[in-house]
């Protein structure tokens, strides 16, 4: 069998290529290990974290409603194995979303586990042990990442009481005490699920901030949020043991900058510090392919590896590890092996911490202007100052926007509030035309719409807001 191009790995980069290669008229086949297409996001990590996120929210809202709005309910029992059910279904329904386009677009699938054997040449072998190869004029490599642990400390998974994030979607019961180890966004994200269903949460960071890249003024504010919502931090802390104890287990951390280390125990531990780029059998070393120094597979601007017809997208190499940027990148790769110019703007790529509040941003922070020596301005604009947040009750956070002090072009977007998610997306588009602030400010927004305080924040980065 011969393909135009062969794709290793469904996840959001792999078929997102798969299918656009074959829009374009290319043969196209893919090679998936698991039982199901969509990879780590679709099975274990975006869709049914975000099923588990809407549905925890929407138990504590009916648990937390407000006089205010003049509705009244009893106390809500929480139904987890029903909530777990939901979660479920949703990722079979997306999963198998998946595997109908696949179909649609007349796309070979094989299940097994990829090898890169040499360029033009793949191997898969199926859980039977029998190895088939195939033949390929380019090989896209889109393997994604897998769980990266704690740097010097053996941690020994059982997914039941030391679990990664993917034990955090299954636990059976609700933990009384949960630990997070890690304070980014996955951490944050499973950490408030549970939190929401009635867990003690504590979240243990070694930064001294959490949500690392963020800006650090939404990463201060929102912080200060989740603290309210009961969670706790022990930030600037090294973990040293992660360990089973009695029916639970226990964390050992000292502080980085020195100190006496500290003790804590709890029914289960999240295990969150970042992931790592899945090479693993791939075959690269003896393909000749080239590896950077953190273990991701060497590319030039056009996803080419160093070996003539083979690529690689989204996890496994650099950038940032998101579902939508392996998705563009697979578009990219798809149209240049169609003869077209693929291309992806690194500088606006969006992301979202799917908490309650939601954080989102876009473009460079206030940190990375100043380390560069970037003259920038600053406008802001709280959610307090806005009609219809007030007038359902989500007044907490602000939307901040930062421009060039010399053109105005706006350099980055970040918000830390409800629905922030969706209203980060008009910054995007902004930002991918070259807009300015006042491009925006002077852009009619619907009224009462959240994103008023997006204009409200683009008028106060050229001019001044209105409505403060």
């Known amino acids: 069998m011969s393909y135009d191009v062969v794709i290793i790995g469904t996840g959001p980069g792999g078929y997102v290529c798969a299918i656009k290669a074959a829009q374009l008229g290319l043969k196209t086949a893919v090679i998936e290990k698991r039982d199901t297409f969509g990879g780590t996001c679709l099975n274990i990590g975006c869709i049914p974290s975000k099923a588990l996120l809407h549905a ?71 859980d039977d042990g029998k190895v088939q190869e195939i033949e390929a004029k ?70 001294d901030k959490i949500l690392g890249p963020m800006d650090g003024e939404v990463s201060r504010q929102f912080q200060r949020m989740l603290e309210k919502q009961g969670i706790a931090f022990k930030l600037g802390a090294k ?58 597979v060497a590319i030039n601007e056009h996803w080419q590896t160093n070996v003539a017809g083979i690529y690689a997208i989204g996890d496994v190499v650099q950038g940032p590890m998101l579902a939508h940027k392996a998705e563009d990148e697979g578009i990219a790769v798809a149209e240049i092996l169609a003869g077209q110019a693929g291309h992806v703007n690194f500088d606006a790529i969006p992301s979202v911490v799917y ?8 473009g460079k922070t206030e940190e990375e202007l100043k380390a560069a020596g970037i003259e920038y301005k600053a406008g802001k604009f709280p959610f307090t100052a806005n009609g219809r947040a007030r007038a359902m009750l989500q007044a907490d956070g602000f939307v901040k926007i930062l421009a060039d002090k010399a053109s105005d072009r706006v350099l980055g977007v970040h918000i830390v509030g409800f629905g922030a998610g969706e209203m980060i997306h008009e910054a995007t588009v902004l930002m991918e035309f070259g807009g300015s602030s006042e491009d925006l400010a002077r852009t009619t927004h619907a009224h009462p719409t959240m994103s008023e305080a997006v204009r409200e924040a683009a008028l106060a980065t050229f001019a001044k807001p209105i409505h403060m």
């Open 56 to 126: 925890s929210e929407v138990f504590h809202e009916a648990g937390h409603t407000h006089a205010k709005l003049g509705v009244e309910v009893g106390t809500p029992k929480l139904n987890l194995k029903a909530m777990l059910a939901h979660k479920d279904a949703t990722v079979e329904s997306n999963v198998s979303g998946v595997a109908f386009l696949f179909k649609k677009n007349k796309i070979d699938t094989f299940k097994g586990t990829g090898k890169v054997v040499a360029a033009g040449k793949v191997s898969v072998t199926g």
């Open 138 to 207: 380019n090989i896209v490599i889109a393997t994604g990442s897998d769980v990266a642990g704690i740097p010097g400390v053996d941690v020994k998974f059982d997914e039941k009481i030391i679990v990664s994030s993917t034990g955090a979607l299954d636990f059976d019961k609700v933990p009384e005490n949960l630990i997070v180890v890690g304070g980014g966004v996955i951490g944050l994200e499973l950490g408030s699920v549970w939190a929401r269903l009635g867990a003690k949460v504590t979240v243990v960071e070694y930064l």
């Open 355 to 362: 908490t309650q509040p939601e954080v989102a941003s876009v």
């Open 239 to 296: 973990v040293t043991g992660v360990e089973k104890s009695g029916n639970g287990a226990k964390v050992t951390f000292e502080p980085v900058k020195g100190g006496e280390a500290q003790t804590i125990a709890a029914d289960a531990v999240l295990v969150s510090t970042g992931r790592r780029p899945y090479t693993d059998g791939l075959g690269l070393k003896e393909a000749g392919v080239a590896v950077d120094d953190r273990g991701r």
